[in-house]
């Protein structure tokens, strides 16, 4: 459905983005996953057209976006800080871009209360924005960026402003809303578990450019470069040079496989506390170094006996800080990285 074919854009001399191609399927929510600076935010605002001046292409259902006008782009905005018309009540607010497609009163009103009992906000038409919640004033600019019916919904950090209980909840109502829908959005975050819980695809961007586009799973179970396995929380990377060979004495047998990598991960979901019947293992012993309370579950620090440390989930009482382990790590999980 849209189609960015090697664009590249600079902010005088900083290139923000660099040959960037990505796809969007029809339906689908994308999620441009990254730390600050990294061009996400950039990208957006190219798609949008609230950026001229990059080099390449960027199409939708085949028709070039290069001299289209923002407003002519059929597409919806939405944004952390609402950017809601202060002057106006929850329904004008809503209704405002039907009124500028000049569509007939009726069609307006109807699709002001579908979309007010889309986003839960039945019975509020009347309300002054001013005097809504957070999480209220959010619906109330995603049900305003959904009315138009829009080709594509794009939304930049629009949970930002919450609090993490109430972000929690609406990111799944709002994958919901946008599927029940059913248009095709872009979803531009920081945070991890917001990509993880919205997104079909997640396109993961440092530096201006896209490291991977992979579904959250995938994403998870399988980075392919360093910088992404550190910024999911990832942390058992060991590089694969004379410095470290000390660390690849009890993983020779797997490491054969990865000598062109620069590194691997030993990903956490793959070390066990027994071992698994299923799937080839290597066994490993060591000390519990550390024990960090997470809520359900205890991030888990275990010293090996050749000094490397490596981390994972436990339950506490099945461990004590001090105490010998011994562990079993699943050669399925030690992944490459580049």
């Not at 950090?157 to 929690?168: I, N, V």
């Not at 059913?182 to 201006?208: C, P, S």
């Not at 309370?293 to 000094?307: C, H, L, N, S, V």
Request: charged share 20%.
């Amino acid at each position: 459905m849209l189609d960015i074919n090697h664009v590249s854009y600079a902010y005088d001399s900083f290139e923000a983005l660099r040959d960037v191609s990505l796809t969007v399927g029809q339906g689908e929510i994308l999620c441009l996953l990254g730390p600050s600076g990294c061009g996400k935010t950039t990208l957006l605002r190219v798609i949008a057209g609230l950026e001229t001046g990059y080099k390449g292409q960027i199409s939708i259902v085949g028709q070039d976006l290069e001299n289209k006008p923002v407003h002519e782009r059929d597409f919806g905005l939405m944004f952390q800080d609402f950017a809601l018309f202060p002057h106006m009540t929850v329904w004008q607010n809503i209704a405002y871009g039907l009124k500028r497609q000049k569509l007939p009163q009726q069609e307006i009103q109807n699709r002001v209360e579908d979309m007010l009992g889309r986003v839960g906000l039945s019975g509020l038409d009347k309300r002054d924005v001013n005097l809504l919640s957070g999480g209220q004033k959010q619906r109330v600019a995603l049900a305003r960026s959904l009315a138009p019916n829009p080709r594509l919904l794009m939304l930049d950090e629009p949970l930002g402003s919450l609090d993490a209980l109430l972000r929690d909840q609406l990111i799944i109502e709002l994958r919901d809303i946008i599927k029940s829908v059913g248009l095709t959005a872009i979803y531009v975050t920081h945070d991890q578990k917001e990509a993880f819980a919205i997104a079909d695809r997640i396109a993961v961007m440092n530096r201006g450019q896209i490291e991977q586009v992979d579904t959250p799973q995938n994403l998870y179970y399988a980075p392919r470069t360093e910088f992404i396995a550190r910024f999911l929380g990832l942390s058992n990377i060991f590089k694969l040079d004379s410095s470290d060979m000390i660390h690849h004495r009890l993983l020779s047998s797997v490491l054969a496989d990865y000598s062109s990598a620069p590194a691997v991960l030993i990903h956490p979901v793959g070390i066990y506390l027994d071992a698994p019947i299923d799937r080839p293992y290597i066994e490993l012993n060591g000390q519990v170094e550390q024990l960090i309370f997470r809520g359900e579950y205890y991030q888990t620090a275990i010293r090996m006996t050749d000094g490397m440390t490596l981390y994972t989930t436990t339950r506490k009482s099945s461990v004590v800080i001090g105490e010998p382990l011994t562990i079993f790590v699943a050669t399925e999980y030690i992944l490459p990285l580049n």
